[in-house]
């Protein structure tokens, strides 16, 4: 059974920084694309960020890239995401996404399997 689940999120002020983590269980980690997607109230869940199997190659949505950074260690199981010089636009529910096998998508229909989600609130 595929599980994801998301910590680190928070309630931080604009400027701030808030590092994310992403534990997979149930599938073999290092074999998928892996990705960070967010939805704000009202809002569609949108692309944020996502790496291939291997960390040699991320994506960043135009709205993060320079501030977020994402990562991965396949020995843990898991999948990163710095964000620094967060913004009051920044505040949504952070989810973790396995992807495909190859390549990176920034569709959300080709991310199969989802976590619970995390909070991220960013103050001005």
């Known amino acids: 059974q595929v599980q994801l689940v998301e910590s680190g999120g928070g309630l931080v002020q604009a400027g701030d920084s808030l590092r994310l983590s992403c534990t997979a269980s149930?599938?073999?980690?290092?074999?998928?694309?892996m990705g960070w997607f967010r939805q704000a109230p009202g809002q569609e869940r949108e692309f944020v960020a996502a790496?291939?199997?291997?960390?040699?190659?991320?994506r960043y949505s135009d709205s993060v890239k320079g501030r977020f950074t994402i990562s991965r260690d396949n020995l843990k199981n898991a999948v990163y995401m710095q964000m620094n010089s967060l913004k009051p636009e920044d505040t949504a529910i952070y989810y973790c996404?396995?992807?495909?096998?190859?390549?990176?998508?920034?569709?959300?229909?080709?991310?199969?399997?989802w976590g619970q989600g995390t909070q991220v609130t960013v103050s001005s």
């Open positions: 149930g599938f073999i980690f290092r074999l998928y694309t």
């Open positions: 790496i291939t199997w291997s960390g040699n190659s991320q």
């Open positions: 996404a396995r992807g495909p096998r190859v390549g990176i998508s920034y569709g959300k229909g080709d991310y199969d399997n």
